[in-house]
């Protein structure tokens, strides 16, 4: 597969508990509930792999499809659009 023909997806940094992969999520819609008549988030979850390992929760990312780095990872982050400040944790 060529670098033209992968898939780019822009979606936000929801774990980085591992060393070099990611968790990123992609909201997709929202819909309404049929029965109760509530709005819900439609979303889906990527496995990325993070080669600097320079994102943080809540970062907005662009991923591309790549080859398999693990069972689950088949994604790499390209670049990083907005970073989200932490704030400290106040008592």
Not at 49 to 71: C, F, H, L, R
Request: charged share 35%.
């Amino acid at each position: 597969m060529s670098q033209e023909n992968r898939k780019m997806i822009t979606a936000t940094v929801i774990s980085d508990k591992n060393k070099n992969f990611r968790v990123v999520e992609q909201k997709i819609r929202v819909i309404g509930h049929k029965l109760y008549r509530k709005l819900v988030n439609k979303t889906r979850k990527f496995h990325a792999y993070d080669e600097e390992n320079k994102t943080k929760v809540g970062d907005v990312v662009t991923i591309q499809e790549s080859k398999p780095y693990s069972a689950t990872v088949r994604w790499k982050i390209v670049s990083v659009q907005e970073t989200q400040e932490v704030a400290e944790g106040v008592e």
